[in-house]
């Protein structure tokens, strides 16, 4: 079955430490997404990317990095200047289209906490 | 950069009576989408709506797109308790943009 697959669905993080979200998707989608997500709120943009070598920031970049090597993958790092990244990380892929004419597929999500 | 905002923020029915919800936004748009999310779960597309059409059906889902007044909403008919999620639209960030901007979304609940 296609999809996408996100892990680890828990994840702990200590104080300093960078971790790293994984996202892989075999839908054969260009493009891929990253939103944060806080308790009862929508979702802000944190990366994207439309094609493999290539990824620009959205809204809230800063304490973030991501690498796109492979069209399937698209991982995000959560680094130690990050200060508040206790969150729900959501990935997402889609077919390139003009516009955002196609909707987005969904990973199940991690759930990120500084411990 | 916020586009659509969701009303209600929280919504709470009784099972089989219908649930509406609304979505304003910014900016001209090409299209607007809707997403559903259960509660620590991704989000699932449930229908998208381009801004030459104005109302579009998919089973029990009703969207109308009102693009003189900037808003859209979401009608469930005859709501089942698995209907209990939260709600969200989406539109391109700017006109002709790749990424999505989301809304607050609205909080649904089904009460059996």
């Known amino acids: 079955d296609g999809g996408i697959t996100q892990s680890p669905k828990y994840l702990f993080r200590k104080e300093g430490q960078n971790v790293t979200l994984s996202c892989e998707q075999n839908?054969?989608?260009?493009?891929m997404y990253w939103y944060r997500q806080d308790p009862g709120q929508g979702l802000r943009l944190i990366y994207y990317s439309q094609i493999v070598n290539d990824f620009q920031k959205g809204d809230i970049a800063e304490g973030y990095s991501v690498s796109r090597e492979k069209k399937e993958s698209f991982p995000l790092t959560v680094t130690s200047a990050q200060k508040n990244p206790t969150a729900f990380y959501l990935c997402?892929?889609?077919?390139?289209?003009?516009?955002?004419?196609?909707?987005?597929?969904f990973g199940s999500g991690t759930r990120l906490t500084v411990v | 950069s916020q586009q659509g905002e969701e009303d209600p923020q929280a919504l709470s029915i009784q099972e089989g009576e219908n649930a509406t919800m609304n979505c304003s936004y910014k900016?001209?748009?090409?299209?607007l989408q809707w997403y559903r999310q259960n509660s620590g779960r991704g989000l699932v597309h449930l229908i998208l709506?381009?801004?030459?059409?104005r109302e579009k059906h998919s089973g029990r889902l009703r969207v109308t797109l009102d693009t003189s007044k900037k808003s859209s909403s979401l009608l469930i008919t005859a709501s089942r308790a698995a209907d209990t999620a939260s709600y969200f639209c989406?539109?391109?960030?700017?006109?002709?943009?790749?990424?999505?901007?989301f809304g607050q979304g609205t909080r649904l609940t089904i009460n059996p």
């Open positions: 709506i381009r801004s030459n059409e």
């Open positions: 900016t001209s748009i090409n299209n």
């Open positions: 839908l054969n989608h260009d493009a």
């Open positions: 997402a892929s889609s077919i390139l289209g003009q516009g955002a004419t196609y909707g987005y597929t």
């Open positions: 989406a539109t391109p960030s700017i006109q002709g943009a790749q990424k999505l901007v």
